[in-house]
């Protein structure tokens, strides 16, 4: 009976719950009630107890399950803030260790100065304002970049770091002089002797700038010492930025003395391509400029900018196969490959110039009228006068017309020549003259092309002379040709170089107007010889040969002209021309449809393509084209054979 009672109890406080069965066998016996209903109240004080128990310790397990809740909780947004902080450790020694430029402190200045209010803080900030001034107008006038400058302004940051006594702004500061490339400009303002001052400017404790004078020029002497300071800094843009405030000869002089310091092959290649294109804009000297940016090329053969001086200087001189020549090699050259300075825009430009120039080279007019031959170092007027010129080349009058008429919203364009290239107002109407033949007016755009460069304020003389001997005579001679001023075109063009491109195929081309058969071969051979991966003298030729009924050899020099130029339309529709005279007009159809790929609003080109389906008995689809014609714009001649055309169908 007690093993089976302790048993009992076990189960008891095992459950919590229920009657002893030894209360109940008491009962049930007949023993004493008074003893059992003793023993029974102690059983439910018992239980009530262990109920009681039961419930704190419940309360102890929610209580205990919260707490370690929360205590997780605690530990993740610990965590997490420390993840936190850790990121902004990281992020703060990334931006330091990215910190680059020149940073201005404040300088010393005499006491004196001061009380007047002249600070070493206004000091720093003239300063800072005038080498930013400086360094603005060199970004503006270069494909290249240059490095910002500001003054140090960590010190008005007064946040405390605890238990430092360092702020935010100096631990971030020092954190940039540690990790950054900063370089800290200060010195000193101070009296003299004389009564003079001196201003010193140091650049990480290194002195780059010392001038003196009057006390009244202390502006002057700022910006005497900005400009060292930018010169010592980036000695490159400081060559653009005397460019642009017209100081020729001491840019050619900075140039020139960063080609002759200059320490490795890549800064050696950068600093002559500069020295090249400053000879160029600065000097006019178009030979040495070519030759400079040769040796540069040679340095560094990945340099695009080398590539881009030689281009530009060979077309001023007329030399159009080397201009080819330049424009193609700088299409395979690659942006990583270039000085940091000139990745991103710098490449973007580079690369847009290169492009423009190959498609204008090879006859791809339509392509050329979509693009920009330049794009951070020109107006938009420029751009929009570049595209109208080649629209008008690809015999789009609309097109070029529309162009024109944009450029013109921009401000008045009389008197401006713009570029190496020398987009004009005037040579666009030239170029739109031409295609409708009309050679009195192309003489008057002629003539207002070249009364614009003479009247240029902004070209340098020796540009504006490159310009008048090779870019105003061929235009203005062939145009006196064609409207019966022989004498006048042979007096242009005689003053030209004879080795000058457009300058000895232009001889050519007035030697058939005057049919004169023998000198026209003479001068298209030679243009050939000079530029023989250039499509214009070929087609020049053929049109001669087609003129005097040689359709066989006109063929040939066209077939050459398309292997040459594969977009140039202009030789593909004079070989369906030719194709017609040997009476094989479905074959000259064929041609006339591939020119209208590059020439789609070519008003002969539909004309001529409209009497070949009509020889070939494709009535229905001539006079589409001849619809087509008849939108677009045609010479005096070509309207009267559309109207005759019109007529016979009638």
């Not at 033949?437 to 070249?450: F, L, M, Q, S």
Request: charged share 25%.
């Amino acid at each position: 009976m007690a093993e089976e009672t302790e048993g009992s109890d076990v189960g008891a406080q095992a459950s919590g719950a229920g009657v002893d069965p030894a209360a109940v066998a008491l009962a049930l016996t007949g023993a004493d009630r008074l003893e059992a209903n003793a023993y029974l109240k102690d059983q439910r004080a018992f239980i009530a107890d262990q109920r009681h128990h039961l419930h704190e310790q419940f309360k102890q397990t929610t209580l205990g399950t919260f707490s370690l809740r929360l205590s997780v909780a605690l530990k993740l947004l610990t965590a997490l803030l420390g993840a936190v902080i850790v990121v902004g450790l990281i992020a703060a020694v990334w931006n330091a260790s990215q910190a680059d430029g020149m940073v201005v402190d404040a300088f010393s200045v005499p006491p004196q100065f001061a009380q007047d209010g002249i600070t070493g803080e206004i000091v720093a900030d003239d300063l800072t304002d005038r080498i930013s001034a400086i360094r603005n107008i060199a970004v503006n006038n270069s494909i290249s970049s240059s490095k910002d400058v500001s003054k140090d302004s960590t010190e008005d940051v007064t946040v405390e770091i605890p238990e430092t006594g360092v702020s935010l702004g100096q631990a971030w500061r020092y954190l940039r002089l540690w990790l950054g490339h900063e370089r800290h400009l200060n010195g000193n303002l101070r009296l003299t002797g004389d009564g003079n001052i001196a201003l010193t400017v140091t650049l990480d404790g290194e002195r780059v700038a010392a001038v003196r004078g009057a006390p009244g020029d202390l502006e002057r002497l700022e910006q005497q010492a900005a400009e060292q300071v930018f010169a010592s800094v980036d000695p490159l843009n400081i060559v653009l930025y005397l460019s642009a405030q017209g100081r020729d000869a001491e840019a050619l002089a900075a140039a020139d003395h960063n080609a002759q310091v200059a320490v490795g092959p890549a800064d050696r290649a950068n600093a002559y391509a500069l020295w090249a294109s400053t000879t160029r804009t600065r000097a006019g000297d178009m030979t040495l400029a070519v030759a400079r940016g040769r040796i540069a090329a040679e340095l560094d053969p990945k340099l695009m900018a080398a590539w881009r001086e030689m281009m530009f200087a060979s077309t001023m001189m007329g030399h159009d196969e080397e201009v080819l020549r330049q424009a193609q090699a700088m299409q395979g050259l690659r942006e990583e490959d270039q000085p940091k300075n000139m990745q991103g825009p710098g490449f973007a430009e580079l690369v847009a110039e290169g492009t423009f120039e190959r498609d204008a080279a090879v006859g791809n007019f339509a392509q050329a009228a979509s693009e920009d031959p330049c794009l951070t170092t020109c107006p938009q007027n420029m751009r929009s006068l570049a595209r109208a010129e080649y629209a008008a080349r690809a015999h789009d009058g609309a097109a070029s017309r529309a162009r024109a008429a944009e450029a013109a919203t921009t401000g008045p364009l009389a008197g401006m020549v713009l570029s190496t290239l020398g987009f004009d107002i005037a040579k666009v109407r030239y170029f739109s003259d031409v295609n409708v033949e009309d050679w009195p007016a192309a003489v008057t755009a002629a003539r207002a092309y070249e009364a614009d460069i003479k009247s240029d304020s902004i070209t340098r003389p020796g540009m504006k002379a490159a310009r008048l001997l090779i870019q105003t005579p061929p235009l203005l001679a062939y145009a006196l040709a064609r409207s019966g001023d022989p004498a006048g075109a042979q007096a242009a063009i005689d003053a030209t170089p004879l080795d000058c491109y457009d300058c000895i195929r232009m001889r050519g081309n007035i030697a058939a107007v005057e049919k004169n058969w023998n000198g026209a071969d003479h001068w298209f051979a030679d243009a050939v010889q000079q530029a023989p991966s250039i499509p214009f003298a070929y087609t020049d030729w053929g049109q001669a040969l087609l003129e005097r009924g040689d359709y066989d050899g006109a063929i040939a020099k066209f077939t050459l002209a398309k292997q040459k130029g594969p977009k140039f339309a202009d030789p593909l529709e004079m070989w369906g021309e030719a194709l017609m005279k040997q009476n094989h007009s479905d074959r000259a159809v064929a041609k006339f449809e591939e020119a209208e790929k590059y020439a789609p609003n070519w008003g002969r080109l539909h004309l001529m393509w409209g009497e070949a389906l009509g020889f070939a008995g494709r009535k229905d689809e001539a006079q589409k084209q001849f619809a087509l014609a008849a939108g677009l714009d045609l010479t005096e001649a070509d309207k009267a054979e559309l109207a005759r055309q019109s007529q016979s169908k009638g």
